[in-house]
């Protein structure tokens, strides 16, 4: 199991001891490198991967890419709050066999995990939320211009107010007024948020 927040790792303890499943849980890892250290040790004992999908250091395609090197025949559920659209067809298309999302109830789970676990791949709940998470981040990227779409994948690496008006050869007055108008158009209240945005809508990888 691979999620950073650990009252999201007491539930899914929860979940499988309440749920009867023979599953046992053989490592926690909170971050991308401890992840990728256990698989290289024991990546033929891993039967599934339960993953996050953002993690402090890097995401759960960081993990997929080690997973299918290491251990190639585990299978890979992502649970993940997260994720958008765009996201979700990159996950699918990097052969994960499952997709939670993190407001999914705990017999949901259980029947996730049953049929990932029987060799049947759940996915059809990601392809409903690809369709409709795909459109709304389509119709919201068509507001965005070219400028306010480079400020949100600079904003993603890190940069200061004033750095990223020297990236952008503005003043940091200006910086402000358009990351305001981008919060509008998005409809996110911090940099933080609109960093998840932007990763949702493969702006940033």
Same mark, same amino acid.
Do not use: W
């Given at each position: 199991m691979?999620?950073d927040?650990?009252?999201?790792?007491?539930g899914?303890?929860?979940t499988l001891?309440?749920?009867?499943?023979? /599953?046992q849980?053989?490592a926690?890892?909170? =971050?991308?490198?401890?992840?990728?250290?256990?698989l290289e040790q024991?990546?033929n004992?891993t039967d599934?991967? *339960? *993953?996050? /999908?953002?993690?402090p250091d !890097?995401?759960?395609m960081?993990v997929?890419s080690?997973?299918k090197?290491l251990c190639?025949?585990?299978?890979?559920?992502?649970?993940?709050?997260e994720?958008?659209g765009?996201?979700?067809?990159?996950?699918?298309?990097? !052969?994960?066999?499952?997709?939670m999302?993190k407001?999914?109830?705990s017999?949901e789970i259980a029947?996730? *995990?049953r049929?990932?676990? &029987?060799?049947?791949? /759940?996915? !059809?709940? &990601?392809?409903m939320?690809?369709?409709s998470d795909?459109? &709304?981040? /389509?119709e919201?990227?068509?507001?965005l =211009?070219?400028?306010?779409?480079?400020?949100?994948?600079?904003?993603a690496?890190?940069l200061? =107010?004033?750095?990223l008006a020297d990236?952008?050869?503005?003043?940091?007055?200006s910086?402000e007024?358009?990351?305001?108008?981008?919060f509008s158009?998005?409809?996110?209240?911090?940099?933080?948020?609109?960093?998840l945005f &932007?990763?949702?809508? !493969?702006?940033v990888n």
């Open positions: 691979v999620e927040q650990p009252i999201c790792r007491m899914i303890h929860s001891e309440s749920s009867n499943l023979d /599953y849980i053989v926690e890892a909170d =971050t991308v490198a401890k992840a990728i250290s256990f024991n990546g004992q599934l991967i *339960l *993953l996050d /999908y953002m993690l !890097g995401t759960g960081d997929i080690a997973a090197r190639p025949d585990a299978k890979i559920v992502i649970f993940s709050g994720a958008g765009a996201t979700v067809k990159q996950l699918l298309e990097a !052969g994960v066999n499952g997709f999302s407001s999914i109830n017999e029947l996730v *995990l049929s990932v676990m &029987a060799g049947n791949d /759940y996915t !059809g709940e &990601a392809h939320r690809i369709e795909l459109k &709304a981040d /389509y919201t990227m068509k507001t =211009t070219r400028r306010e779409m480079e400020l949100i994948s600079l904003c690496t890190g200061n =107010t004033k750095q990236e952008m050869c503005v003043t940091p007055h910086i007024n358009m990351k305001s108008s981008i158009k998005v409809g996110v209240k911090s940099t933080n948020e609109l960093i &932007a990763f949702r809508v !493969g702006l």
